[in-house]
């Protein structure tokens, strides 16, 4: 078995949809970034490529790159999950925290924990999705951004 680490964070801003683990969260300000900036499934991403030891979620799909830009990161996802076959591992499981002081994440978990799972092609029981705050301090607690921090096992098929 490996374990990988990712952690990623946006800012949030006007204008945009805020994408958390492959759902539309409704809310006034959504995440900037190249793709959707879905922060939690860019640090499931880097979780999942590191417990391979396949460098990181900026490797694979630079900014830099056109083909890239508005992506949903549920695509991103997939990709990371054929890599990770293509080099012999599945998932063992993932467990991700999300750090915002709003919206409330928690009504949202049960269809993200849906989403990540069909994208992964795995058990709902596999997906892990906690919420939380910091408690008004730093740049979540000002809801300038949203923090997301996730840990995937995964094990040869």
């Given at each position: 078995?490996?374990?990988?680490?990712?952690?990623?964070?946006?800012?949030?801003?006007?204008?945009?949809?805020?994408?958390?683990?492959?759902?539309?969260?409704?809310?006034?300000?959504?995440?900037l970034g190249?793709?959707?900036?879905?922060?939690?499934?860019?640090?499931?991403?880097?979780?999942?490529?590191g417990a391979?030891?396949?460098?990181?979620?900026?490797?694979?799909?630079?900014?830099?790159?056109?083909?890239?830009?508005?992506?949903?990161?549920?695509?991103?996802?997939?990709?990371v999950c054929?890599?990770?076959?293509?080099?012999?591992?599945?998932?063992?499981?993932?467990?991700?925290?999300?750090?915002?002081?709003?919206?409330?994440?928690?009504?949202?978990?049960?269809?993200?924990?849906?989403?990540?799972?069909?994208?992964?092609?795995?058990?709902?029981?596999?997906?892990?999705?906690?919420?939380?705050?910091?408690?008004?301090?730093?740049?979540?607690?000002?809801?300038?951004?949203?923090?997301?921090?996730?840990?995937?096992?995964?094990?040869?098929?």
């Amino acid at each position: 078995m490996r374990i990988g680490f990712g952690y990623d964070v946006h800012r949030l801003v006007t204008g945009r949809d805020l994408w958390l683990c492959g759902v539309k969260i409704p809310h006034e300000l959504g995440l900037l970034g190249h793709s959707d900036a879905d922060v939690a499934i860019h640090a499931l991403c880097d979780a999942l490529l590191g417990a391979a030891c396949l460098r990181d979620i900026g490797y694979h799909f630079p900014d830099s790159d056109s083909k890239y830009k508005g992506i949903d990161s549920r695509v991103l996802l997939r990709e990371v999950c054929r890599l990770l076959d293509e080099n012999g591992y599945r998932l063992g499981n993932c467990d991700i925290t999300i750090c915002a002081e709003r919206p409330k994440i928690n009504p949202h978990i049960p269809s993200m924990q849906a989403e990540l799972a069909q994208c992964m092609n795995c058990e709902p029981g596999r997906v892990s999705i906690k919420a939380t705050t910091t408690e008004k301090l730093g740049f979540t607690g000002r809801e300038e951004g949203i923090s997301a921090y996730a840990v995937a096992l995964i094990e040869p098929k």
